[in-house]
C-alpha cells in the first residue's frame, strides 16, 4: 500500500482538484479494534498476515480513484475523491465495517477483528493534508469512544473536547505529582454491635481552582491515559 509520503502527494492533488472543481472529498481514518490482543494472543506473524488480509479486503471496497495507505501499525488512512456528501461516505464506512468483521482464516484458525472509523471533509474541516488527517484521526478516537466498530464524523464540538481532555490529562498528572488528592473515610457501622467495623476509603480531589472534585470528573479519564496505577498507589500510601 502507499506510505505517508505517497499519500500526503495524492491528498495535496486531490485538495487542488476540488478546490478548482467545487467538489468535496473526504477522508478516513481506520484503525484496527484491539489488534494488540491479536499479536499477543497469536504471534506477529499472524498478526502481520492479518494486517495483510485486512488491507485486501479494504482495496475491495474501494473505487478506482481512492487511496488506500497503511498509515502505520494497525492504522489506514483512505482518501476519497469527489464524493456527493455525508451519505456517500457513510456507505463505505459501513461496507468497510461489515467486511472487516467476518472472520479470517488464519493458521488454520479464525479470527475475528473489527474497525474504528473516523471521517473528515474537505474543505468543511481541513485546508491541507496534515488537517484533514489530524481531524479524520480525531473523530476515529470518538468512534472508539462510542463503543468501536462503528463511524464518526468529525465536527468542531469533537475538536473542543480533545483540547479539554489534553488540559485535563496535564492537570490530572500535576495533581498527582503536587498532592492534590484526598482520602477521606467514611465509618461502616454495625447497629447491633454498636461499633464501627470499617472504613470505606472515598477519593477526592482538591482542585486549586475548580475545588473539591468527586471520582466521577476524574476516574475515567485517569483510567483512558493508564494515570489510574499512581493514582492508586497513592490513595494506599
Not at 480513484?65 to 456507505?91: A, N
Not at 481541513?126 to 462503528?150: C, F, R, V, W
Given at each position: 500500500l502507499p506510505n505517508r509520503s505517497l499519500l500526503n502527494d495524492?491528498?495535496?492533488v486531490a485538495i487542488a482538484h476540488s478546490l478548482r472543481f467545487g467538489r468535496q472529498l473526504a477522508v478516513l481514518f481506520l484503525d484496527l479494534d484491539r489488534f494488540k490482543n491479536i499479536n499477543d494472543s497469536f504471534g506477529h506473524s499472524v498478526g502481520d498476515m492479518l494486517l495483510k488480509a485486512v488491507s485486501t479486503r479494504l482495496?475491495?471496497?474501494l473505487r478506482a480513484?481512492?487511496?488506500?495507505?497503511?498509515?502505520?501499525?494497525?492504522?489506514?488512512?483512505?482518501?476519497?475523491?469527489?464524493?456527493?456528501?455525508?451519505?456517500?461516505?457513510?456507505?463505505v464506512a459501513q461496507k468497510i465495517i461489515d467486511t472487516v468483521q467476518l472472520p479470517f482464516d488464519l493458521e488454520n484458525q479464525k479470527i475475528f477483528i473489527s474497525v474504528s472509523i473516523g471521517i473528515a471533509?474537505?474543505?468543511?474541516?481541513?485546508?491541507?493534508?496534515?488537517?484533514?488527517?489530524?481531524?479524520?484521526?480525531?473523530?476515529?478516537?470518538?468512534?472508539?469512544?462510542?463503543?468501536?466498530?462503528?463511524y464518526a464524523m468529525f465536527n468542531q464540538l469533537m475538536s473542543a473536547q480533545i483540547s479539554r481532555n489534553v488540559t485535563q490529562e496535564n492537570e490530572l498528572h500535576n495533581a498527582i505529582e503536587n498532592g492534590e488528592f484526598r482520602v477521606f473515610y467514611?465509618?461502616?457501622?454495625?447497629p447491633e454491635a454498636q461499633r464501627m467495623v470499617a472504613v470505606e476509603a472515598l477519593l477526592r480531589w482538591q482542585h486549586p481552582e475548580r475545588g473539591l472534585l468527586y471520582p466521577g470528573e476524574f476516574i475515567a479519564l485517569a483510567e483512558e491515559t493508564r494515570l489510574i496505577v499512581k493514582l492508586v498507589d497513592s490513595v494506599l500510601k
Open positions: 495524492r491528498l495535496e482495496q475491495n471496497c480513484g481512492d487511496t488506500l495507505s497503511r498509515f502505520g501499525g494497525d492504522e489506514f488512512v483512505l482518501l476519497l475523491p469527489e464524493v456527493d456528501g455525508p451519505t456517500d461516505v457513510e456507505k471533509f474537505f474543505p468543511e474541516f481541513g485546508g491541507s493534508p496534515d488537517e484533514l488527517i489530524k481531524h479524520a484521526d480525531t473523530a476515529m478516537y470518538q468512534a472508539k469512544i462510542n463503543g468501536k466498530n462503528s467514611q465509618t461502616q457501622w454495625c
